[in-house]
Nanobody, 126 residues
Framework: QVQLVESGGGLVQAGGSLRLACAAS????????LAWFRQAPGKEREFVAF????????GYADSVKDRFTISRDNAKNTVYLQMNSLKPEDTAVYYC???????????????????WGHGTQVTVSS
C-alpha cells in the first residue's frame, strides 16, 4: 500500500535547525506535487510549503518564508523540509502530503492532497 513516512522531528532550542524528510513507498510521486503542512495544539492544520514535481516551483507560507526550504529527490521518492531559525511558534506536528489526483484545487490547500503521512513532532523551546 502507499505510505508517506515523516522523520527528523524533535526538540530544538529557538534559533536552531531541523531537517524533516518524508519518504514515500508503494508508488512513485516523481510527477506529483508534494507539500508540508503543520498543526499546532488547538489549531487547524495549516500550509507550510509546496513543491512542484520538477522542483523548480515552490511556495511558502509567509510565516516560514526565508527560514524554511522545501526540496525533493525524485530518485529517492522523498521530500525534505529544511527549517532554520526556528521559533517557539513553529512547534507543531508536521505532515507531508502528496497530490496524486492533480485536480488543481490549490497547492496551498489541504483539500488538494489525497495522500498524507502520520506526522512528526517538532518542538521549539524558548
Amino acid at each position: 500500500q502507499v505510505q508517506l513516512v515523516e522523520s527528523g522531528g524533535g526538540l530544538v532550542q529557538a534559533g536552531g535547525s531541523l531537517r524533516l524528510a518524508c519518504a514515500a513507498s508503494g508508488r512513485s510521486f516523481s510527477r506529483n506535487p508534494l507539500a508540508w503542512f503543520r498543526q499546532a495544539p488547538g489549531k487547524e492544520r495549516e500550509f507550510v510549503a509546496f513543491i512542484a514535481w520538477s522542483g523548480y516551483s515552490t511556495g511558502y507560507a509567509d510565516s516560514v518564508k526565508d527560514r524554511f526550504t522545501i526540496s525533493r529527490d525524485n530518485a529517492k521518492n522523498t521530500v525534505y523540509l529544511q527549517m532554520n531559525s526556528l521559533k517557539p511558534e513553529d512547534t507543531a506536528v508536521y505532515y507531508c502530503a502528496a497530490d496524486s489526483l492533480l485536480r488543481g484545487l490549490g497547492a496551498r490547500s489541504a483539500r488538494n492532497y489525497d495522500y498524507w503521512g502520520h506526522g512528526t513532532q517538532v518542538t521549539v523551546s524558548s
